[in-house]
């Protein structure tokens, strides 16, 4: 068992169905270093800008939030299906208070060319730099959306990531 | 030869590489009923508001810009390796005062969920139905893009079309 550089082209399809099965983790780290994972079920992957692209959305209110606003990078790591649990954990304690990393016996290891880490145990990994973000605007949303996801107004930032690596476990 | 109805997630790394490859139209149509057809080389596919979604990138001065406002839809159609000469056409004319369809030999035929036609000749299509749409901020792009790419300051509109169908031409 190895990481190995991959072209993310080969990939985006296994990206897609792991945010279908709550597979997905975005890892962050801010200045002082300690990093900090979520759960994430939304994303989207393709090239803008002639760069490889990573989308994802992120809620201000998230501790990840400022975090990414510190150091505007990013690494999204899928889990394999044995860690879904961990997933799950990591989408209802926030790292304000809870060092997730150590509490789910995760490996923060060094990514190839961002500082905010990788997991060792995950399988898949794209590492990002964020090249553009934007808030989102409610009036343009569909209006079916915001009852059922945006109940308390906490509408998300949307983050372009640049995808720099992507790392496969064969 | 047929069209079958597809799980979208199944060609998602295949929709990327046709980005790569210079191989992907989207198809818009105004309220008169005419459809339209441009070249994209930027798009990016995964999962949003727990839906399937398709993110282009349409600058405001196109005349497919237009169309979609009128109709809130688009369709995205991969072309094979062999019909490459028709999207660099597409990406050097005008539907404002080119018919690229006819001049092409291109069929619009009936979409199974939206109005805007797809194009028999492709061989992938993505039905899609505008969700949410931003302007672009410039003063929030990374520094080196602007120069590079909107060097006359027309920066695109980003539509989130939520795939309402994909077919596959097997």
Chains 1, 2 share one sequence.
Not at 160 to 167: K, R
Request: aromatic share 10%.
């Amino acid at each position: 068992m190895a990481k190995k550089i991959a072209d993310y082209k080969d990939y985006v399809g296994e990206t897609i169905k792991a945010f279908d099965e709550g597979r997905v983790l975005l890892v962050s780290h801010g200045k002082e270093g300690l990093p900090n994972v979520m759960a994430i079920g939304w994303g989207t992957v393709g090239i803008i800008w002639r760069k490889p692209m990573f989308v994802v959305l992120v809620r201000p209110s998230r501790h990840t939030y400022k975090l990414i606003e510190e150091t505007g990078e990013f690494t999204v790591n899928i889990v394999t299906p044995q860690l879904k649990e961990v997933v799950q954990y990591c989408g209802t304690v926030s790292g304000r208070d809870h060092n997730k990393f150590k509490e789910k016996q995760l490996t923060a290891i060094p990514s190839k060319k961002v500082k905010t880490p990788i997991i060792k145990e995950c399988i898949l990994h794209f590492e990002c730099r964020v090249v553009y973000k934007n808030d989102l605007i409610p009036s343009e949303l569909e209006k079916s959306i915001i009852p059922a996801l945006y109940p308390k107004g906490d509408f998300h930032l949307v983050y372009f990531g640049e995808i720099l690596a992507c790392q496969y476990e064969s």
